[in-house]
């Protein structure tokens, strides 16, 4: 018997974390997409090796780390530089995010992937859970946040997908809109309830 996946997704500044902290409080495991992608880059790793051999020794940093502002301006401004990077590494983060499934130990486990639907991840889950905000409340958010501009944000969502398209294929939606944190805790204990009898049935 497989696992019951869920993926968890949201655009930028939607209050991702908030509710995953959630779902970790009522011990489900969670794996972190963008933990994973930090991962596969980390110092001495294979993938860390390739980035610097195809874009230069500049985009690594003076403790060897990869230099992720340069790599992102590079990828964000280049097209061809993007696919290749996403050829590296979409496999890689594919492959643990596997792994750390198979490994988890609670009954289901969530996965946390601000791109779960733009980088094909959704053949890895069960269910969709969207985080769902309005556009402002996004953009207030993440300024806030971040100390970023409308603009900055707005490039952001710009690279992600719709939020229409988002919910199209959500299979549930918490709206984070104006939720408290007890208001948040108690719509995941609802939800916990319900994946708790999906895994029976699963």
Not at 25 to 35: F, M, S
């Amino acid at each position: 018997m497989s696992k019951l996946i869920i993926g968890l997704t949201g655009g930028i500044g939607s209050g991702k974390t908030t509710v995953t902290n959630a779902f970790a409080k009522l011990g489900v495991d969670i794996i972190d997409a963008d933990i994973i992608a930090r991962e596969v880059v980390a110092l001495e790793s294979p993938a860390l090796k390739s980035i610097a051999q195809h874009f230069g020794k500049n985009f690594l940093l003076a403790d060897g780390q990869l230099n992720r502002k340069l790599l992102r301006q590079k990828v964000f401004s280049d097209e061809a530089s993007k696919q290749w990077l996403n050829s590296l590494l979409h496999p890689l983060i594919r492959t643990a995010i596997i792994n750390q499934t198979k490994e988890a130990t609670s009954p289901y486990c969530i996965l946390v992937a601000p791109l779960l639907i733009e980088n094909q991840l959704l053949k890895l889950v069960n269910r969709v859970l969207v985080i769902d905000v309005l556009e402002q409340t996004q953009i207030a958010r993440t300024m806030r946040r971040d100390g970023n501009s409308a603009e900055q944000v707005k490039s952001v969502m710009a690279s992600q997908i719709s939020r229409n398209n988002r919910l199209a294929a959500a299979d549930d939606i918490i709206n984070n809109d104006t939720a408290t944190f007890a208001e948040i805790e108690s719509l995941v204990a609802k939800l916990d309830k319900k994946y708790l009898t999906l895994t029976k049935m699963h």
